[in-house]
């Protein structure tokens, strides 16, 4: 018996859960440089949070929704992944869990599931971590080289943190102490600083974006458009006051800003379809970035200026139209 | 004219699969019968001049063109019309064919045998036109739009240069390929002939870079010839496509709903080029065209010299495609060509292909949810946004569907193989279309 089905018969060989593979291995790297540096209490936040992810949504698919559970499509892998890479490597199992529940159940599956949420579900599951424990969210272990049991770890600042401290106090001694403490470039591209514990290794980062251009997973524009934007943006400010804290090359290399352009301001959901879209999106999460990290009582902004963004998508799409052919060359 | 071109907006490239490039045209011999249709084109069916028990020989015209836009018929063997019916077509609708039991391979006289290429243009631009007419040729790259309509530019309207398609951008297809390689003068005297018809200087046969054996051959002989020149491009489907090779080839883009006179351009294909130049400088009709036969249940891929009518299971067994292996026989390209359902559905003037694909790759994969990647906008060569269409002809919106432009899609499938979520977008805006042009 002959097959009939239409045209094309032939498809690329990308699909959904190829994708999300493709995303899952770039960020690859970075679990490994978490290790290196925040030893096995990393490995556990991340374990929790992609085993957290997957369950909640193949509960809510199984016994809520009533449908084919989704998780075979990887998607809320990625989710796990994105959200433990967001936390302290110290965060309590229970805590990263609310974590999970709020980022699939609440900001993923009550939209519709994949493909109809607005915001990034990663970043919205962090964001509510954040304003819920924020005293858990912002003390980071000292980043401690293959001290694998964590064992008499110190907390510290992010590089942001102290940067922010710095300007908070903004005396002369306390200054120069502060300063001391900031981790040198070198540091910080390999990742040997605080934070959370996929943000840190900019030389990870960088690895996994080099796996998803050559995988053709997404182009360079919203990665590129961003840093650039927050680096100009940075670059004038410090031209202008000479002021230490929005020093560009500290800017670019320290927080989420990388883990931030290169994983989830390129998220196809929640971010605009065409290639002039995505520019003026990345744009805006930059300057938002900037203001944020400079002007409000937050040491960092990523989450917040890609969320913010998030909501403008469908205003960005709606302009940003393609011109269709032969209706007249601009 | 060295650098290479192409279409600037979207596009995509799936693995060619070109297994048989190198394989020379084969003459696929005669079958036992045929099924001529008396439709091949667009436009309508001609009148039927035979009836059963009437003795034929190759080139006999069995049907006439039925006004401006239908296109002749001929007889592509010699034997007896065994009865003027409606049989079922490759898609298991009935069409009018007349069918003839083979005897032998007679030709009318009038038809020039001689293998000596003719090179002087002795015709007149309306003895051109009228050769075209009478030997039935009609646009062989797929769309089947009778050649004379198109050789007669619109008054009012000024071409200035002819296009030759030899881009041949679906996969596995290599029929224009082998006909570029082996009959390269016949195309480029061809080109010559339209252009004299057409009245213009310049032709200019755009070839994918792909295919350096035609290029190399094209150039050999465009030497010796003034006003014929050939274009590399950079290789990107839908390149064959007219109105994106026009805009590839000369930076003009048609203006939506346009024709390509409107930008002085006239693209033929180059098998229709060298049926031209047969029937002009040899008096032969077109009863014959090269088809690729291909594909991974193909044992021998082979490029044939096939008889209109000749039925898709000869040409199956000739490359020993054994039927229980055969999971999906696809007429054309497996981009835009369609799955038949009927083994014996006849080779037509259009049939630049016959593909066929083993079972475990022969199933339509699983539709699941947009998430929305943008690669349907980025691959659409006319800057339409196909997941909006898919999602607007699902809600049944036909107003909003206008303004997306979906009369604009060209039906090139570049969104649906592209898209990750395996939807079917191409189904999507062909049936968009359908019920935009239906509700007007
Ligand atoms: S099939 Fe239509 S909508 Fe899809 S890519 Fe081709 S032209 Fe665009
Ligand atoms: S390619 Fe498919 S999944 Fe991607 S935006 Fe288009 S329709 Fe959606």
Redesign the pocket.
């Known amino acids: 018996m002959l097959k009939i089905s239409t045209a094309p018969h032939i498809n690329s060989p990308q699909d959904t859960r190829s994708i999300m593979r493709d995303v899952i291995i770039a960020l690859m790297p970075a679990l490994a440089a978490a290790l290196l540096f925040f030893g096995l209490s990393a490995l556990v936040v991340v374990l929790t949070a992609v085993a957290g992810c997957v369950a909640f949504e193949y509960l809510v698919c199984r016994y809520i929704l009533k449908i084919p559970p989704t998780t075979g499509d990887l998607s809320a892998v990625v989710t796990g992944l994105l959200l433990a890479y967001n936390l302290p490597s110290n965060m309590p199992v229970w805590m990263v869990l609310v974590g999970c529940f709020v980022a699939v159940v609440i900001a993923k599956t009550a939209f519709g599931g994949l493909g109809k949420n607005v915001f990034n579900p990663a970043l919205v599951g962090r964001v509510f971590l954040f304003i819920s424990f924020p005293v858990q969210m912002t003390s980071w272990p000292k980043p401690d080289f293959l001290n694998f049991l964590n064992a008499d770890v110190e907390t510290g600042a992010t590089t942001l943190g102290i940067l922010k401290h710095i300007d908070a106090e903004s005396s002369a001694t306390k200054l120069a102490g502060g300063l001391s403490d900031l981790p040198d470039y070198g540091q910080m591209f390999i990742g040997y600083t605080g934070g959370c514990i996929g943000e840190v290794s900019a030389l990870a980062l960088l690895l996994g974006f080099a796996w998803l251009l050559w995988r053709r997973i997404i182009g360079w524009h919203i990665p590129f458009y961003y840093l650039a934007t927050v680096f100009i943006f940075t670059s004038v400010m410090w031209l202008h006051s000479g002021n230490i804290q929005v020093e560009p090359v500290t800017q670019l290399l320290s927080g989420g800003l990388l883990l931030g352009a290169i994983f989830m301001a390129t998220d196809y959901v929640t971010t605009p379809m065409t290639r002039k879209g995505q520019i003026v999106f990345a744009v805006g999460c930059g300057i938002l970035t900037v203001i944020i990290r400079r002007w409000s009582v937050y040491p960092e902004g990523v989450s917040f200026a890609i969320l913010i963004m998030n909501a403008f998508v469908p205003i960005i799409d709606y302009f940003t139209v393609p011109r269709v052919f032969g209706t007249g060359r601009k | 004219m060295s650098n290479k071109k192409t279409f600037t907006m979207?596009g995509i490239h799936p693995d060619k699969h070109k297994i048989t490039a190198e394989k020379p045209i084969e003459d696929a011999g005669l079958p036992e019968i045929v099924y001529i249709p008396v439709k091949q084109h667009i436009g309508s069916p001609a009148k039927i001049l035979v009836a059963k028990g009437d003795k034929v020989r190759v080139g006999t015209l069995l049907a006439d063109a039925d006004g401006i836009v239908s296109a002749d018929v001929h007889s592509s063997v010699s034997g007896e019309v065994l009865k003027v019916e409606e049989i079922e077509g490759e898609f298991g609708y009935l069409e009018q064919m007349i069918t003839i039991k083979v005897e032998g391979d007679e030709w009318e006289a009038s038809i020039d045998r001689s293998p000596d290429i003719i090179r002087e243009i002795n015709a007149s631009p309306e003895e051109i036109i009228a050769k075209i007419r009478e030997a039935g040729i009609v646009g062989m790259g797929g769309a089947g739009y009778p050649t004379p309509v198109k050789t007669t530019i619109p008054a009012g309207k000024k071409v200035d240069c002819l296009i030759v398609n030899g881009i041949e951008c679906e996969p596995y297809l290599t029929a224009d390929d082998r006909l570029m390689v082996e009959k390269a003068e016949q195309i480029i005297i061809g080109a010559k002939i339209l252009n004299k018809a057409l009245g213009i200087q310049n032709a200019v046969i755009a070839v994918d870079e792909n295919k350096p054996a035609a290029i190399e051959a094209l150039r050999n002989i465009t030497r010796s010839y003034v006003g014929v020149n050939v274009q590399v491009m950079k290789t990107k489907y839908?390149q064959g496509a007219e109105k994106q090779l026009i805009e590839a080839v000369t930076g003009r883009e048609v203006p939506s709903g346009k024709l390509p006179a409107d930008v002085g351009c006239i693209v033929q294909n180059v098998g229709t080029v060298n049926a031209v130049y047969e029937a002009v400088q040899k008096n032969k009709p077109l009863f014959e065209r090269v088809v690729t036969v291909s594909g991974d249940a193909a044992e021998t891929p082979s490029n044939f010299l096939v008889r209109i009518g000749t039925p898709a299971s000869f040409l199956i067994n000739k490359v020993h495609g054994s039927p229980d292996k055969i999971g999906k026989i696809i007429f054309g390209g497996p981009m835009m060509g369609t799955s038949a359902v009927n083994i014996n559905a006849p080779i037509t003037k259009l049939s630049s292909g016959i593909l066929l694909f083993k079972d475990d790759i022969s199933f339509k994969p699983e539709e699941t949810v947009c998430i929305r990647c943008g690669k349907?906008v980025e691959?659409?060569?006319?800057g339409?946004m196909?997941f909006a269409?898919a999602a607007q002809v699902r809600d049944g919106d036909y107003h909003e569907m206008k303004k997306l432009h979906v009369l604009?899609?060209?039906?090139?499938?570049?969104?649906?193989y592209i898209c990750p979520a395996r939807i079917p977008?191409?189904d999507y805006?062909k049936l968009g279309k359908y019920e935009l042009k239906k509700s007007k």
Do not use: Q, Y
């Open positions: 979207g839908p349907c691959a659409c060569p006319v339409l196909p269409i604009d899609c060209i039906e090139c499938g570049s969104c649906a977008l191409l805006c």
